[in-house]
């Protein structure tokens, strides 16, 4: 079992930028890729990024690619999603979650077996 527990959220003007982090009580959260998703009012929980369990290797998804970064630091146990250029649409719940199979993370909501409560961001124009 693995708890995860995001932070950083709140509300942004368009154009600036939050940094979320997700901690992890247990220590083989680092034995595990992470990921972040994102799910707005009436929508389907949807793909941001993710990244290996050695932090070496990420990759986004299309609507997030050259804004947002993902990274890691294995020593903290953590996992963080630094968000720049903010649009008032990237306004959602953001989950980190924990995929204990796939080495590079999967991209699909089915692939992860841990998931965080999640943190608000709300983005103003």
């Known amino acids: 079992q693995v708890h995860l527990v995001e932070s950083g959220g709140g509300l942004v003007r368009a154009g600036g930028s939050l940094r979320l982090s997700c901690a992890a009580a247990?220590?083989?959260?680092?034995?595990?890729?992470a990921g972040w998703f994102r799910q707005a009012p009436g929508k389907e929980r949807t793909f941001l990024a993710a990244?290996?369990?050695?932090?070496?290797?990420?990759y986004y998804g299309d609507s997030v690619k050259g804004r947002f970064t993902i990274s890691r630091d294995v020593a903290k146990n953590t996992v963080t999603l630094q968000m720049n250029s903010l649009k008032p649409e990237d306004t959602a719940i953001y989950y980190c979650?924990?995929?204990?199979?796939?080495?590079?993370?999967?991209?699909?909501?089915?692939?992860?077996?841990?998931w965080g409560q999640g943190t608000q961001v709300t983005v103003s124009s």
């Open positions: 979650a924990a995929d204990t199979v796939r080495e590079a993370g999967g991209s699909s909501y089915n692939d992860y077996d841990y």
């Open positions: 247990e220590n083989t959260f680092s034995n595990y890729a």
């Open positions: 990244i290996s369990w050695n932090g070496k290797s990420a």
